[in-house]
Structures are given as structure tokens and as C-alpha cells.
């Protein structure tokens, strides 16, 4: 006898072509059924609400007076709810926010009773492999999900062991036909009876026991009313099956009991029997880009910075901090982070995340305020307090701006030592702009805006008071005038068809027709990029004439290249061979006399219709994979998915071409180099060349429709729907920050792990000149003139966010490896740590002071 559960939910995006307000209308309806049929149907015993808690958070926003009832039902064990805060994606958004959203969602969850501990995504487009242990680190250790696996990762059974990258397991169910075979199942006996034998042929092969589950539910699908109708009527059909309302956990407790079961290992991005999606990683780039940035203020800057300030005596401002976390959460599901979603959608998105990098912003130059005016004053002089928020000292050189009345300044450390600096630029500025109060008493003498740069080493996770005084003169900028770059480490040659020349002065290894752009006709849409027939790509090294002009410093030199592309306005001129349509591209490319890196960014102005543009990175070194970042670790990936050449025979859903997502560094490399893009903001990529030496990282693609049919790369049905989505043409300008890393090293040593983190973890620096329009009453507490908070020995461990915990008073680090030997965690000047899971709980046991590769390790600091 077969036992068949029924499980009911409501899968619940939250947005999609729809709008999230017009979802919440239907949400109140939907919960108005689901309360009332779980309160007075003793029959229906339970009713899964997608895993998240956003979709009560949006319910309770417009009916608080439910909670009462939710909560009983909860605690009944009959309304079941998270551990999620929202459906999250889990390839192009950053571990931390992974993790925030089990922590956020498990907490809210709490508060109504207890939460489903299942890692439940049953929709993400593909699935990390350092899911397993994120969910571990919370207890959990089952998951269900649908996309992404396929017969080759080793089983072709849908109940098996999940193994992450680390090691890491969780019992997984699969669903071999998605999380809606149940929806609004018919009562008429012919047509149910064809649909359902459709799914047990499918459901039958994969199961490793007698239990098969049926997903009741759908998109926003209402409770179904006549279920026992349904139930009923399934019972007559087939008589060898037993059908009963159900709940996920009552199939797992009995798979837990099996010896038997498959291990899988791995990332699953396979698109044969349900689409992932692989080029979805760069619609709506500038989505994408603020997701980004934002993710990497929060964990690199405001976070670090708010556990060095409460460790000085200032609060932790935790309400502020999750404020921020659920904001850009609600745009962390799959379809509103995919971008497969309506323009009207798309611009409740991007100011969500407006409204994240504004709060977040704030808040960062609210503690630098905080901490700078707890720290000695010093008669006639003004403050510039340097942030550097890196486990370990650095040297760095800082280009900031500094406020002044001063017509000459000079910079001193605490000893009285002068900072040498160069002025970049000076500004006169209105004191208006300044404080108000200033000009409402009749000052209106002005300010000037003194752009600076100079060189400083930095204390540990700490900070550095300089003062500001006047001074006779101010210093003379050096005169240097070269047509190229000269630094250190390079020699950098701008070429007159827009692309540059590296000379790497370690090795003497030239490298040529670094950054031209690619550009490709796209006949796909919000989901995928999909080629166009007899399309050839263009190369801008072959087609434009160049604009370049150089700047230098004592300290960094920038090249600016800036040119125009004429291109095909939209696919019909592409079609024809016209090109009516302008490009306009400015690369600015700087150099740093002390760091192997190039900085870099890249803004475009489109004016065309219907195309992916990508930035060409050659680096002759042929391979075989390439090595990119994930969630708290590395992943290598093949140039050419094995799967290429059996797709079509095997009818896959989707084409498995080699486009994979990265999160902050993708690299390619050989025993004697590497050479690795560090990103602020694209996080897709594409080994490509005739050896496969050449790193292609998306800018951008300009699509116009949700969903198309019959796409290239992915045959049949649109997915999503067919929808005009003019907005996605991309037709604005498009900023992108990136970094490129040279090393005459293999990637152990280079370590891009640890570049990636310096790139996007800037020298924070505070300019406290004495006004300020928004007024704070003094500090009471007193702060050092140089401060670190610990200090880290082995940098080859990367450190993902210092923060505060969420309940107790002590301060918490995490930390993972990137490389492939184990790692032991050297913190100084702090006492021995404690070790803690990702849900802050404390771990009693540790065994080792070893992390292996891929691992994550999360510790107290403690003055």
C-alpha cells in the first residue's frame, strides 16, 4: 500500500507580474479560508504557508488584530510557518543574507510557536552547495526543494542525502514535478485520473519508500474546499493507495528511519527536468548591482563598525540593523531578485533598495559620528577619524574629503607627527549645505570641500584619529606626466581601440586586449538570454576609436577611456545589418602604487534594444575550470558542461551552457598565475576563447518581455508569462564597480579570497569639523585616539561579518575558508572564543581549532 500525503499550502510570491499590494488583498482573503477551515474542520488537520514569515508579516501589517488567532493555530501545530523570512534565492545573494534570513525568519516564527524545520525552497532557481551546512548551523537538518538535480549528480531517486561542500547533510525530498501537482485537483473521475497517472508514474520511480508526497497548493491558489471530495473520489481510483491530509515532517520521520539512502553531493544547476535559469544572474543589472552593494555595505562596513562602537560603551542598534536585513529580504526571492518580474514590480524593487543603501548609509556615518566625538579633542583643531574594518593592520591609501573654513591645512596624528597627503581637489561650499543654524545667524562665511589622498597604516578592526590643523601653505601636488600607468607592480598602456595593456613587473607577463566589451543580439527574456539566429558577435576593440587621458598622484594613477559604439537599435536592424543605434562607454581604470589590484568602473550609456553586452578579460592561461566564489567558500566549475552534448537527445528543459553565478571573485589559474575579477556589482560569468583562457563578465542585458516561447536555449513553453516589459530594455545609464587581481601565483597562494574582502571593505573615513546639521547632545563616553578591536594572524581564513549578537551582550565573528587545507582560527588580543552556530547558539563541544575547507566557524570576541 502506497501512503499518499497530501500536503496543503499556498506557495505565496510575494510580487511577480503581480504587484505586492495586489497579492496582499488576495492574502487577506486566502488567510480569512485557511483560518476558518483549520479553527472548525476538526477533519483538516494542517496547512503549510510557504515556509516564510514575510507573508504574515504583510498579513499582520493590515490585520493585526489576527495574530491571536495565528498563534493558537501555530502552537496547535495546525498552521505551519517559516523558518524562512522569505523564499530566498540561493545563488546570486550573499551568505550573510542566507543566514539573516533563517535567523530573522526562525525568530519571527518563535514568536507565534514553533517553526517548520525544514530548509524549504521549493521553487529557488538551483540550489547551493553550501546550503546543507547554513541549515545544519540552525539545527536543521531536512530540506525540499524541486530545481537543479539530474541523474548524473548520482541518483535518480527523489529521497536522498544532500552533502554540501563542506561535508555538511540534510535529508532531502526532492519534488519531481514541482510543488503544484495538487493544485485545485478536479472532482471529475476521468480527468483526475489522467493527471494523476501521469504524476504516479513519475512519483512511484523516484520513491525510496512507500510515502509519496502531493504538494495541495499553487501560487497564491486559494484553501481547496472540496479536498475531501477529491480525497474521496482518488480512494475509488486507486484502491492500492491510501490518500490522507498531511504535513511534510510525518514523511520525513519515516524517511530518517531508512539505511539505504543515496548521497548527493554538490551545487545543483542542472535545467533537465525544471529550469534553473543560468543566465538569469544579470537581468536588470542595476538591480542586480544595488543588491550587490548593499549586501557588502552592511556585512563589511555598518555591521563591523556598529560592534566596534557598542564595544566602546555606544548601543547596538539592532532594530535598525534588521530593518535594513528584511528590507533588501523582500527582494531576495527567487522571481523579485531574478527580475522576472513586471517594470511596476521592478521599480517597488529598486526602491526597496533605495530605501536599504539610504538607512544603511545613515546609519554608517552615524557611528563614525558616534565613535569620532568620543575621542580627545585637541585645541584648535579638527578631526579625520579612519576606519579600517579588516581583521588585520593595513596600509592603505585613502582618497576622502575633508570640510573646512581652514585656506591651509595640515594633517597630525595624536603624537604630533605630520601626515604628508595631496590635494586632489578644492570645492567652495556654501555653509547653507553645512548647518543651517550657521547662515540663520548671519555667518555666510564659506567652506571648502579639500578632496585629499595619502598613505596610512591602519590598526586592526579598529580606527586612527587624525587632527587637522592650519597650516602656512598647503602641499604642492606633484607634477607627473606619462601617457600610461607606472606603479609598483604594473606598467598599464591605454590602446587606441578602447582596450588596455598590462605589464606585470613581477614576471614580466604582458597582458593584451584587457576590457573589450562583447555585444550580442538577445532574442531572450526577463529569464534567459537566448541568441539570435546567424548573429555574429561584435567586438568594440574592432570597431571603435578611443578617447584617453591619464591622471597622476604621488599615490594612485587613473586612466579614463571613454568611446562611442554604433550598434543595431533593436533586433530588427540586427536582422537587417543597420546599425542607427549609440553606445556610449567611459572605463575608468586606477591603479594604487602599494596593491596588485586594478580598479575598476565601467559606465554605459544605452541607447539599444535587445542585446547582452559583456566585458573580455584574456588571460592565456587555457582551462579546463574555473574557481568562483559562493556562500562561505569556493566552487569549481568546468568551461564546458559535459552536459552540452546530450541535452537536446535527453530533451533537458533548459540548455546547460556554461553561465554560471560568482559573488565576489571568479578566477582562472595555473600553477605559476592567476588572474581574478573582483566584483561590486555583475555576479555572472562565462569562461570562453579557443583555449578557454578568456573570463567574460555580463554588464548587461537589455530585454522587453517577461516570457518568450521556444527560445534557443530553452525549447517549448515561455516561462513566466508573456508580458511587454519595456523597462528591461535597459535604456539609462548603467554604472558597475569591479577589480581586476594579477598574480604570478597559483590561486592557493593568491588567495583572491581575501582581495575580494580588501576591494569591498574601503577605509571609512570621518570628517568631524565642529558642525553639523543634525544636532547630537555630547558624549558622555570616552574613546582612545587609536583603537583595535582584535586582530587576526592567518588572513588565508576570510572573515564574513563581526556583529553583534542578537541576544546576550557578547560580540560575534564569522569566519569560512576558502582554500582547500584546513585553516586554524589565530585571534589576538581578545580572550579564547567561544564557538557558535549560525543561530548564535553556543556550541558546549568544539573538537578541533581546525576549518576545513568551505567551512564556517562563528566565535565570540571578548575584550
Known sequence: MKNVHIVPHMHWDREWYFSTEESRILLVNNMAEILEMLENDPEYPYFVLDGQTAVLEDYFAVCPDQKERV?????????????????????????ESIVRNLLYGIKDSKELGDPMMIGYLPDSFGQSGQMPQILNGFNIQRAIFWRGISERHGTDKTEFYWEGNDGSEVLTQLFPLGYAIGKYLPEDKNVLKERMDKYFNVLDHGATSNEEIIPNGHDQMPIQKNIFQVIQTLEELYPERKFFLSRYENVFDILEKKTDLPTVKGEFIDGKYSRVHRSIFSTRMDIKAA???????????????????????????????????????????????????????????????INAEERTDRLIEFYQRKISESTPDKEDSEKLVLFNLLPYERTEVVTTEIISKRSALHLVNDRGENLPFEIIQQEIIDPGLI????????????FIKYTIRFEKQLPAMGYEVVYIETAESLPKSALIEKEFIDTEYFEIFGNPNGTITVLDKRNNQEYKDILAVEDVADDGDEYDFSPLENDRPRLSKDEVTANISYEHSLFASSMHISYEWSLAKNLA?????????????????????????????????NQCEDHRMRLLLP???????????????????????????????????????????????????????????????????????????????????????????????RPGRPSGIKLATPDSQMLKTIKLDFALLFSNESIEIANPAKYAKEYLTPVLAYNQMGYNA????????????????????????????????EEGSHLLARFFNPAKDDQSLRLKEVQAPDHYQLNEELILENDSEQIGANKIVTVSIKK
Open 71 to 95: 498563534k493558537k493555530l501555530v502552537q496547535a501545530g495546525k498552521l505551519i510557518v517559516g523558518p524562512w523570512y522569505s523564499q530566498t534565492d540561493e545563488l546570486v545573494v550573499g551568505g
Open 291 to 353: 543588491n550587490a552593494r548593499i549586501e557588502n555595505k552592511l556585512t563589511n562596513s555598518l555591521e563591523p563598525l556598529a560592534a566596534i562602537a557598542y564595544s566602546l560603551g555606544h548601543v547596538y542598534h539592532h532594530g535598525l540593523i534588521e530593518g535594513i536585513w528584511k528590507e533588501i529580504m523582500k527582494n531576495h526571492a527567487h522571481d523579485s531578485i531574478g527580475c522576472c518580474c513586471s517594470d511596476k514590480v521592478h521599480f517597488e524593487i529598486m526602491a526597496r533598495f
Open 435 to 446: 548647518d543651517r543654524q550657521i547662515v540663520h545667524y548671519g555667518n555666510y562665511e564659506p
Open 573 to 605: 536592424e540586427r536582422k537587417s545589418g543597420k546599425a542607427t543605434g549609440k553606445i556610449g562607454l567611459v572605463l575608468t581604470i586606477q591603479a594604487l602604487e602599494n596593491q596588485p589590484i586594478l580598479q575598476l568602473s565601467v559606465q554605459v550609456n
Open 619 to 713: 588571460t592565456e592561461i587555457a582551462s579546463s575550470f574555473s574557481i568562483a566564489d559562493n556562500q562561505f567558500g569556493t566552487v569549481e566549475r568546468p568551461v564546458i558542461d559535459e552536459a552540452m552534448a546530450f541535452w537536446q537527445k535527453e530533451e533537458w528543459d533548459e540548455r546547460p551552457d556554461a553561465i554560471y553565478p560568482f559573488l565576489t571573485n571568479i578566477s582562472l589559474t595555473n600553477s605559476e598565475r592567476t588572474v581574478s575579477v573582483l566584483t561590486n556589482s555583475s555576479r555572472e560569468y562565462e569562461v570562453i576563447g579557443e583555449h578557454y583562457d578568456c573570463l567574460a563578465i555580463t554588464l548587461f542585458r537589455s530585454v522587453g518581455v517577461l516570457g518568450k516561447e521556444n527560445l534557443v536555449r
Open 774 to 805: 543634525m544636532k547630537l547632545n555630547p558624549s558622555t563616553l570616552q574613546a582612545p585616539t587609536r583603537y583595535s578591536l582584535f586582530r587576526q594572524e592567518n588572513d588565508t581564513l576570510i572573515l564574513s561579518v563581526v556583529k553583534k549578537a
